[in-house]
């Protein structure tokens, strides 16, 4: 079972608390009857599928409800990070640097969940859905 | 190819098995095939076979980047059944059982196909509406398939629990007695050696790496781990791998790759005589010949290459099984193990020509592709050796996602397998 991290609750939680969503950064057009069968095809049903690093979008269904998104390696399963919807898809070859694959895993629990609880932590910033 | 036979058998008996000759050559790669098939797998592996038995096309080369049968052609369940709802998918999977009966004959290999029946429970009305339906479809696609009230289920299958008070009562289920099992690794096996001895390379160890396109972009050949090696027809059948391959080549597919796990139990005397599957609660149970029970799981729910999945996925399976076997609440599982699947937005597979010139694939059989093992390696070598596709492949395109041609078996039953 995967160890997520929730970028809103700032917590890592089993993967049973998550709903993965899908490939990340897929925009829907605005004006989606407008768009040709190629884009249509392209944005609902061709995907990357890497075997590698994967942008993916997942929902913290039983916790705070909320989607965000994570970097994670195919092969390994390990999570790069995780950051909230909105956030621009990161830059990975830097991330590689600061973190490597795995920047959490193996560390002990306590030192990965805050001990706060949620309602006395500063609250998330705005706009960020 | 030495003949195996009951004389054989006796012959070698008296010579203590030293005259058994290799099922396969290993021969090192030549410079230039008319055909290569990247994956040796049983699609990749049967296919090859029917391109050199049925088209007379025998400089054919089967790649594998592992050891031949080694992806999830060995890691399955192997159950068989054509028992779906579209005529699309009848047409397909049909053709592939009407293969099974007869495959060991025509193989010279057992592959021990066993008719054995495969039972489909249904739990609640939904399930009783779904089944009911896939039965009337298939009786007018010439499909056998059966209706079985609860009392004749346990008769067709009697360690079944159909007590009123389970967790998931039966309610009713569906039987295609046509429907069974096959020894995995012997449908790998056998194809390989009777394809080796049409004159087929079988070159294992030998990873593709690239794909090699001429400047008015048709297919040259695949760059490998032991080199370039050139064709004018590469066919991709490469299963979880498939994006990874197709990337090569600058096609995008419709695919995501997930885990998807299975396990054994300690053998035990013969106790499930038939396949039993409920799609509701996610278990799938049959029983090898050695005994041991085998249990067929779902997919984790992220996209991973990593041929492992969760360890709640099984516990899940196991308590599912506990609930409709309570008999089997005591049984050692010995082991597990994971495959990655390649799945379609409509859970059909695709095997079609491509947008390049001299490629061809073959996937998204994702959780449920062992069953058409020989009916798809037969229509895809129609497909590369004629350059257009037969008639039972035809539907099965890669544009079908742009023309909205979908042949939605997801929503029509949620099955796995
Ligand atoms: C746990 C599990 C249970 C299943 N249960 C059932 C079931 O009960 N009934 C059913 O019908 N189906 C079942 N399936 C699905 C079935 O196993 C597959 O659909 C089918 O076996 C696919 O066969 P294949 O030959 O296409 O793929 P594979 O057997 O996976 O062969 C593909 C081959 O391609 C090779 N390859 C990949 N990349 C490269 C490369 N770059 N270069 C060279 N070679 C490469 C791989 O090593 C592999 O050997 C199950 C699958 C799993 C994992
Ligand atoms: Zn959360």
Redesign the interface.
Known sequence: ??LIRCPYCEEERP??EF??A?EAHIARAADIAAVS??D???F????????GI?Y?RWRHIHGCARFFNAV?D????KFVMTYKAGEPKPDISKLKKESGPAAYANRPPDQLNVKKPAAKRAPASKGDA | MRKYSVFALAREAMRGHKGWDEQWSSPEPRAEYDVIIVGAGGHGLATAYYLAKEHGITNVAVLEKGWLGGGNTGRNTTIIRSNYLYDESAGIYDHAVKLWDGLSQDLNYNVMYSARGVMMLAHNVHDVQVLKRHIHANRLNGIDNEWLSPEQAKEFCPPLNISKDARYPVVGASLQRRGGTARHDAVAWGYARAASARGVDIIQNCEVTGIKRAPNGAVMGVETSRGFIGAKKVGVVAAGHTSVLMDMAGVRMPLESYPLQALVSEPVKPVVPCVVMSNTVHAYISQSDKGELVIGAGTDQYISYSQTGGLHILNHTLDAICEMFPIFTRMKMLRSWGGIVDVTPDRSPILAKTPVQGLYVNCGWGTGGFKATPGSGNVFAHTIARDEPHPINAPFTIERFRTGRLIDEAAAAAVAH
């Open positions: 079972m995967l993967e049973l709903r993965n899908g069968d190629e249509f095809e392209k609902f049903f061709i995907r990357s599928n890497p075997k994967i993916e994670r195919t092969v390994t399963d």
